[in-house]
Nanobody, 126 residues
Framework: QVQLVESGGGLVQPGGSLRLSCAAS????????MGWFRQTPGKEREFVAT????????FYADSLKGRFTISRDNAKNTVYLQMNSLKPEDTAVYYC???????????????????WGQGTQVTVSS
């Protein structure tokens, strides 16, 4: 019912910034809670951030709060992840995800999201 396509990844220098976008198509996008996750080879997918629809609450991984900002523009069917002060350890494939149901506050769990994009590579290196 929902298709997600990430864009905006690439190679950046340490300390630089990137803005990732997640374009959504399909019905009822504005009613979905949206999240960003990231994954490196050999590791499980890691929670980055979530923005809810009902109250507009945002949630972040503790290690990322203050550097990353999640936002959404329902009129454009797009979710964003602004990444500042990037570090080499931020290198990963970043995935956009959507939840069509009530996650019960478990926003950090991948299994709570039933739609996923294909991912976009972010590489932070000099």
């Amino acid at each position: 019912q929902v298709q997600l396509v990430e864009s905006g990844g690439g190679l950046v220098q340490p300390g630089g910034s990137l803005r990732l976008s997640c374009a959504a198509s399909g019905r009822t996008f504005s009613y979905y809670d949206m999240g960003w996750f990231r994954q490196t080879p050999g590791k499980e997918r890691e929670f980055v951030a979530t923005i809810t629809w009902r109250r507009g609450f945002t949630f972040y991984a503790d290690s990322l709060k203050g550097r990353f900002t999640i936002s959404r523009d329902n009129a454009k069917n797009t979710v964003y992840l602004q990444m500042n002060s990037l570090k080499p350890e931020d290198t990963a494939v970043y995935y956009c995800a959507a939840s069509s149901g009530d996650m019960g506050g478990n926003y950090r769990q991948t299994q709570q999201y039933n739609y996923w994009g294909q991912g976009t590579q972010v590489t932070v290196s000099s």
